[in-house]
């Protein structure tokens, strides 16, 4: 059963630090998906790539957050410096591409303090 | 952009019962409807879909309906479990991108 992983599952952190989280799409799979969960704004898109080339970024703050795909089986999304604001549940989701499937991986919980 | 309501917010249901959660979007060109479960401290796992050319799709207890001219859909759960516990999101797309509603706490009371 093909699954998307996700590292670190935890990360508590200082306020200024950077922060960089990881995730491994399913194979085979082409569209690549960044969310961030809170209870305050629910899932929200960040970024996401197609083809390892991301389409879309609106959803990130750009001074401090990054994405890329250095390869087709590596996902990150960086946060450089962090900021209390930032704590949440950051998932990442992969799709075959052909269709809208997209199927999360186990997150990661950021706190910052 | 793409607007989702989901309704309700929270929904308590006796063990056996129905429980039933609607969502309305805003963009017409809209054509791909999941449905997410997601329970405490878990990934959002999908549970079922539905896409533009098709009315209604059931999957065992689960069921989706779709109307696209008023441009809400609904997903139905029948002879509700203690483990249907959860919160359930629906989502809307016209390209990769998906639009999510807020969110419905499913409570089933055994």
């Known amino acids: 059963d093909a699954r998307v992983t996700q590292t670190p599952r935890h990360k508590v952190t200082e306020m200024g630090q950077e922060v960089t989280m990881r995730c491994q799409p399913i194979?085979?799979?082409?569209?690549v998906f960044w969310y961030r969960q809170t209870m305050m704004q629910g899932l929200e898109l960040l970024a996401y790539f197609r083809n390892r080339a991301p389409l879309d970024d609106s959803g990130m703050p750009k001074d401090r957050f990054s994405a890329e795909m250095p390869d087709a089986t590596l996902a990150t999304l960086k946060i450089q410096p962090s900021e209390p604001r930032d704590s949440a549940v950051y998932f990442c989701?992969?799709?075959?591409?052909?269709?809208?499937?997209?199927?999360f991986g186990p997150g990661t919980r950021l706190t910052v303090t | 952009g793409e607007n989702v309501e989901q309704h309700p917010s929270t929904l308590s249901v006796q063990e056996g019962d129905s429980a039933v959660i609607k969502c309305t979007y805003s963009d017409s060109a809209s054509n791909y409807f999941p449905w997410y479960k997601q329970e405490l401290g878990k990934r959002p796992q999908l549970i079922i879909d539905?896409?533009?050319?098709?009315g209604e799709k059931k999957d065992q207890r689960i069921a989706v309906t779709l109307n696209k001219t008023a441009k809400h859909f609904s997903l139905h759960i029948t002879e509700t479990q203690p483990e249907d516990s959860a919160v359930y999101f629906c989502a809307s797309a016209g390209s990769y991108q998906l639009t999510f509603g807020k969110g419905t706490k499913l409570s089933v009371i055994p």
């Open positions: 539905i896409r533009s050319n098709v």
């Open positions: 194979l085979g799979h082409n569209t």
């Open positions: 989701a992969s799709g075959p591409g052909a269709s809208y499937e997209q199927y």
